[in-house]
Structure formats: C-alpha cells, structure tokens
C-alpha cells in the first residue's frame, strides 16, 4: 500500500473531527426539537449543521482512505527501471 501524505491524513483527521461535529449537532438537534419544535430556527440551524458536518466528513474521509497516484517526475524513473527489470526477467525465462 502506497504512503499517505500530509494532506490525505490531514483530511483523514479532519473527516473524523467532523463527523464528531455532525454526531453533536444531531444531539444537540433532538434536544432542542424536543423543546422548542422543529419549526423553531434553531431547530433548522442545527439540522442543517448536522447534514453539512456530515457529508463534509464523508468526502474527508474518502479522500484521506484514496489510493492517489503520485503525479511527479521523479517516479518515472524508477518505474522505468522496474519496467527494464521485469522485462529482463521476462527474457531470462523465456531462455
């Protein structure tokens, strides 16, 4: 499996803290329709707030979990002499 940079696990961090955000803001959303009535606009701000933590907490963590391919320069060398390498092997069996 390839290594993770800052920025996926950065993302992978914050799609946690969000998702625990979101599970707040849900709990905080029964209480308060419970007291106040879902009409009333706290009730609204709090369920809008549990839906926005929550799918911001899925598209974190989906992208700190992705297998992203690394796009430098500096790769193509190596996978160029790994190419080189298979082939030769390929070679030696074929003999």
């Known amino acids: 499996m390839k290594k993770k940079g800052l920025f996926q696990k950065a993302s992978f961090?914050?799609?946690i803290i969000s998702e625990a955000i979101a599970l707040v803001c849900f709990i905080l959303?029964?209480?308060?329709s419970e007291e106040l009535g879902m009409d009333h606009i706290v009730s609204a701000s709090f369920l809008a707030?549990?839906?926005?933590f929550f799918t911001c907490g899925i598209v974190l963590l989906f992208v700190g979990?992705?297998?992203i391919p690394s796009l430098g320069f500096d790769d193509?060398?190596?996978l160029l002499q790994q190419e080189?390498?298979?082939?030769?092997k390929e070679l030696e069996q074929q003999d």
């Open 29 to 32: 959303l029964v209480m308060k």
């Open 49 to 52: 707030s549990t839906f926005f």
């Open 84 to 88: 080189h390498e298979r082939q030769q």
């Open 13 to 15: 961090v914050s799609g």
């Open 76 to 78: 193509h060398e190596e």
């Open 65 to 67: 979990k992705a297998n």
